[in-house]
């Protein structure tokens, strides 16, 4: 299957590493011109001239901005006004014991993993029904169907963009723009890297404290390893294609076979 995305333009939100900087690689590659995200002008720019080395001669532009907050946003409409693809990859999550999760830790989440999607989709979605052609894409998680005790919080966050999802494609039926949501399980980026290493032990090497994590935190993964972020990169590049275009308001995965439950 080849995939052609040759003038379009892409915006993926969190770009500047791991599974953003890897979507934002894989569009570029197949042809999209490519907008990358993310708080730190001196990482963006690094990420380009990552993205630049993998695929020569890609289009980029980066925008640096805080996207968890109205005045982020609006910095970056006004530097890309209208979008083909909107992928909103930012999040945050980390470990903390229930009882222990605060007010404004639970307004962060929301804020950073839920309301930044949905003011992009608000903003960008008319543009792309205006001209009957658009992929929106939103990462999950399979911890937004099994909720992990220890992150109840950012369980919560990716169960609710599901909704979004869901929500704003019926927004756009018949538009021939799409809208839907990658469940995405564990996957090896350096933060996670970090995370599994709190949770079993930070004198581990990394291949024995990948395999542990796995056996005492996510035992329902058939893979039993961390996915790889070109893994998912693979599925939001097919997504955002032409290919895909009888495919909306789903929750597609890649997930190592981690979600036992059926998405409806």
């Not at 995939?3 to 770009?15: E, Q």
């Not at 929301?110 to 990462?139: C, E």
């Not at 099994?146 to 599901?162: C, F, N, R």
Request: glycine share 12%; with cysteine; net charge negative.
């Amino acid at each position: 299957m080849r995939i052609a995305l040759d003038g379009r333009t892409a915006v993926v939100t969190g770009s500047s590493q791991g599974i953003g900087l890897a979507i934002a690689t894989g569009l570029a590659g197949a042809g999209a011109r490519v907008v990358l995200t993310g708080r730190s002008r001196d990482r963006l720019d690094e990420a380009a001239g990552v993205l630049r080395s993998g695929v020569p001669g890609a289009d980029v532009l980066t925008v640096a901005c805080d996207l968890a907050t109205e005045q982020g946003a609006a910095e970056l409409y006004g530097a890309v006004p209208l979008t083909d693809i909107l992928v909103n990859n930012l999040g945050i999550f980390g470990s903390r014991p229930p009882l222990e999760i605060t007010d404004e830790e639970w307004r962060t989440y929301f804020d950073t993993n839920v309301l930044s999607a949905v003011r992009l989709i608000r903003h960008y979605l008319p543009g792309m029904t205006g001209k009957g052609w658009g992929r929106v894409q939103n990462i999950a998680s399979d911890s937004a169907i099994v909720i992990p005790a220890e992150m109840i919080h950012y369980g919560m966050s990716k169960t609710a963009l599901l909704a979004v999802s869901r929500g704003f494609a019926k927004e756009a039926a018949g538009t021939g723009v799409t809208v839907n949501s990658v469940i995405a399980g564990p996957t090896h980026t350096g933060g996670v890297e970090d995370f599994v290493h709190d949770l079993v032990g930070g004198d581990l090497p990394w291949d024995e404290a990948q395999r542990e994590f796995m056996r005492r935190y996510r035992p329902q993964s058939l893979l039993q390893r961390l996915i790889e972020p070109e893994e998912i990169a693979n599925l939001v590049v097919y997504l955002s294609s032409p290919q895909a275009s009888a495919t909306t308001g789903a929750a597609v995965r890649v997930d190592g076979g981690y979600v036992d439950s059926i998405v409806p």
